[in-house]
């Protein structure tokens, strides 16, 4: 006896646009042989009837059928069909222009286990018309970005205490390889009270440019500050 294959359905209507007036009819079934593919459609009813299996894949091939007398009337020569490999799609246009959605597909009001809806497909009536409620994508960025991704902090910039951070470079003695002697060269010398001294060693090497001897004489008889 041959088996009856699960059908999913969904539908669109419209009182004014026959392309919008329209029922989703997929036969999920994997695996039907074309070459035994039994598809009627007229107005009132629609029939299947197929082999369907795969013996590479360990699919027992079987014989499938079903027939249903629809609803209400459908048009078949501006209705379609698809075989994939996984199913037979059909789209069929209804006959009747009108809003209100059909209550079923069957035109007997009886309950059929293999009849199921096609969520992938469906949309409410009062939201067919409507554009899909807008998903919005959570910006959240975590409690203000962390320092930029969790960086810890600059830890002052040669001196100037208590500039943030960006990538955890103390005293800004890295930046990506630059050395501090490289970055007061670039700087010129310093940048507003910057202090050579303070930056170690390598700030004795900085020049001044408008200056030809060694520098001022030492203060002689000073005191020291208490």
């Known amino acids: 006896m041959p088996a009856h294959p699960e ?52 699919i027992e091939e079987k014989d499938y059928e079903f027939a249903i007398d629809l609803y209400a009337e459908v048009v078949p ?42 969520f992938s497909k469906w949309v409410d009536e009062d939201e067919q018309d409507g554009d899909a409620a807008a998903v919005e994508e959570d910006f959240d960025m975590g409690g203000g970005m962390g320092g930029m991704g969790g960086m810890p902090g600059m830890g002052g910039m040669g001196g100037m205490p208590g500039m943030g951070g960006m990538g955890g470079m103390p005293g800004m003695g890295g930046m990506g390889g630059m050395d501090l002697d490289s970055m007061l060269k670039s700087m010129g010398g310093g940048a507003g009270g910057f202090d050579p001294d303070a930056a170690g060693p390598s700030g004795a090497d900085v020049e001044s440019d408008d200056s030809d001897d060694d520098g001022p004489p030492p203060l002689e008889g000073a005191e020291p500050k208490a």
Do not use: C
């Open 7 to 58: 059908v999913l359905w969904a539908q669109r209507s419209s009182e004014s646009d026959e392309k919008k007036n329209i029922l989703y009819v997929t036969v999920n079934l994997p695996d039907i042989k074309a070459g035994t593919l039994e598809y009627n459609l007229t107005p009132t009813s629609l029939s299947f009837k197929a082999k369907a299996g795969n013996a590479d894949k360990g």
């Open 77 to 118: 020569e501006a209705s379609s069909k698809n075989l994939t490999s996984r199913s037979l799609s059909l789209l069929l246009r209804k006959k009747e222009l009108r809003a209100e959605y059909w209550p079923r597909l069957t035109k007997e009001k009886v309950r059929n286990a293999f009849i199921k809806t096609d």
